[in-house]
């Protein structure tokens, strides 16, 4: 007897199927567009949210993330059990923690934006840089980069200087001016490129600036890549394409 493949699950035992991107979400009020991880209509294909209660934007970037580590672990063991084949999360600076939860998970993590840098880095012409923009260039710390293999000369901009996203996201609040939002980042990418003139692409390390990469890569002409970019090749992997053969 030849017993059909669920092609929807590669493993059995889960509780949900046909969603194999597990995201971990920190638990937040402020408003997510279409572009944001946390805006599940962003995905081209079904995904499983689990929001780690007390991970807030401010006690994940600018505290760093501190008690939470099991929290996290925990929050991905369960993400797993309902039927998550791979795991991602809603902010670069959890990068801290890539080892932690994908030990603790057992399956493939991609914990931050931040670890596209190296692969996009050997794309590009030599010479050429990776720039990254962050929500909080003050709370990057050298761990948050080492941890993911990203080399520590990485030219990195913050928009914490502007009008009305980095507060609006650390602060949660209910209401974001995005327009003014799409300003800080257009104006963190001319400054990125301004101090480093060698930058040849941009990685967005805030999982919230999706929304606003097609903006940047307008504008300045150059390739820009984000978390929505990074878990769809993520999830290409997890769940590959079937081809008429």
Known sequence: MVTKMNESAPRAGKTVYGASLGILTLDTKFPRIHGD????????????????????????????????????????????????????????????????????????VASSSLMQIPWVQSTLPPGGKVGVIT??????????????????????????GGKA????VLDDGEYMNFELAREDLLDAAKELLTDYPDVKAIVLECTNMGPFSKDINLKFGLPVFDIVSYLTWFHAGLRPRRYQI
């Open 37 to 108: 991880i946390g805006n599940a209509e962003t995905w081209p294909f079904p995904v499983i949210y689990k929001v780690v209660e007390g991970a807030t934007s401010d006690n994940v970037v600018r505290k760093g993330a501190l008690g939470l580590k099991e929290d996290f672990k925990k929050a991905a063991q369960e993400v797993v059990s309902m039927g998550a084949d791979g795991i991602g999360t809603t902010c670069g600076f959890l990068s801290l923690f890539q080892d932690d939860i994908s030990e603790a998970a057992g399956v493939p």
């Open 135 to 160: 929500i909080s260039k003050e709370s990057v710390t050298p761990m948050h980069l080492e941890t993911v293999g990203v080399s520590l000369d990485t030219p990195i901009v913050g928009t914490e």
């Open 165 to 168: 996203f980095t507060t609006s």
